[in-house]
T-cell receptor, first 111, second 113 residues
Framework: TQLLEQSPQFLSIQEGENLTVYCNSS?????LQWYRQEPGEGPVLLVTVVTGGEVKKLKRLTFQFGDARKDSSLHITAAQPGDTGLYLC???????????FGDGTTLTVKP | DARVTQTPRHKVTEMGQEVTMRCQPILGHNTVFWYRQTMMQGLELLAY????????DSGMPKDRFSAEMPDATLATLKIQPSEPRDSAVYFC???????????FGPGTRLTVL
């Protein structure tokens, strides 16, 4: 069974601070997705990383896929209250047809 | 703006009643997933379909849950009889086989009293 562990589980910071959340596994994934979920809504895709060592930037968000494709990180620079939400990582394996989701990191950014 | 739609958005029912949740995947998507989300368990995969055929329903309690795709534009998840422990938010997601991205609906919040 493939498991994805996310840390920290909860994070509360002030507006303007930087933060990093992690997604770790002992399994190798063909790709990894990061989603953000706001209260009362479904998860929304932020990014997909495919290549080991890949770094993708989305405005103030930086995503990195580990060299061995077993882990990933999400770094947010100068967090804003609008970044508040549940961040989920999901790993997909070739031919599996389905993804494994982590338990998520709940981020609260206070004004 | 293509979206996954789910109905109803909220459902409150009494223990023992039948509950049916519906999902309309994005037109053209051939893979449909059903998830359940709770604070304790996070996001759990219940079942998924490809080209309307069930591929994996190992995450679903077989005795009371059933999932079907009567046609390519409709997926259903049924609970009969419902129990208080079924209270959760149920999400449907769709995607294309061979692609890892899933597009989630807004969810159905189920409360079983």
């Amino acid at each position: 069974t493939q498991l994805l562990e996310q840390s920290p589980q909860f994070l509360s910071i002030q507006e303007g601070e930087n933060l990093t959340v992690y997604c770790n596994s002992s399994s190798v994934f063909s790709s990894l997705q990061w989603y953000r979920q706001e209260p009362g809504e479904g998860p929304v895709l932020l990014v997909t990383v495919v290549t080991g060592g890949e770094v993708k930037k989305l405005k103030r968000l930086t995503f990195q896929f580990g060299d061995a494709r077993k882990d990933s990180s999400l770094h947010i620079t100068a967090a804003q209250p609008g970044d508040t939400g549940l961040y989920l990582c999901a790993g997909a394996s070739t031919n599996a047809g389905k993804s494994t989701f982590g338990d998520g990191t709940t981020l609260t950014v206070k004004p | 703006d293509a979206r996954v739609t789910q109905t109803p958005r909220h459902k409150v029912t009494e223990m023992g009643q039948e509950v049916t949740m519906r999902c309309q995947p994005i037109l053209g998507h051939n893979t449909v997933f059903w998830y359940r989300q709770t604070m304790m368990q996070g996001l759990e995969l219940l079942a998924y379909f490809r080209n309307r055929a069930p591929l994996d329903d190992s995450g679903m309690p077989k005795d009371r849950f059933s999932a079907e795709m009567p046609d390519a534009t409709l997926a259903t998840l049924k609970i009969q009889p419902s129990e208080p422990r079924d209270s959760a938010v149920y999400f449907c997601a769709s995607g294309l086989s061979g692609a890892d991205t899933q597009y989630f609906g807004p969810g159905t919040r189920l409360t079983v009293l």
